[in-house]
Nanobody, 114 residues
């Protein structure tokens, strides 16, 4: 029910924009908090950004000021604009509700390397 896209290989300092389309009800989508998560090799999955429909976004400290989460309720889509990418941002990125309700999608690989 969640399809992520937009990942790729980028050099340090570069930018990417991730997209996630949710196929569950739009009436549910507009009312739930959505989040972007990531899982780096050998590490636990972590929540890096959250957005609700009524309040401002929140970020984990390591991405604050570099990542921007946004949503388009008309398209059931949530975005993650990433800039100033660092090698430690390398991970598979997933979206889901926050807290997670649905099964994980396939994710999208982000690799930051020179």
């Amino acid at each position: 029910q969640l399809v992520e896209s937009g990942g790729g290989l980028v050099q340090p300092g570069g930018s990417l924009r991730l997209s996630c389309v949710a196929s569950f009800s739009s009436s549910i989508f507009r009312d739930v908090a959505m989040g972007w998560y990531r899982q780096a090799p050998g590490k636990q999955r972590e929540l890096v950004a959250t957005i609700t429909s009524g309040s401002g976004p929140t970020y984990v400290g390591s991405v604050e000021g570099r990542f921007t989460i946004s949503r388009d309720n008309a398209k059931n889509t949530v975005y993650l604009q990433m800039s100033g990418l660092k090698p430690e941002d390398t991970a598979v990125y997933y979206c889901n509700t926050a807290p997670r309700v649905y099964s994980w999608g396939q994710g999208t690989q982000v690799t930051v390397s020179s």
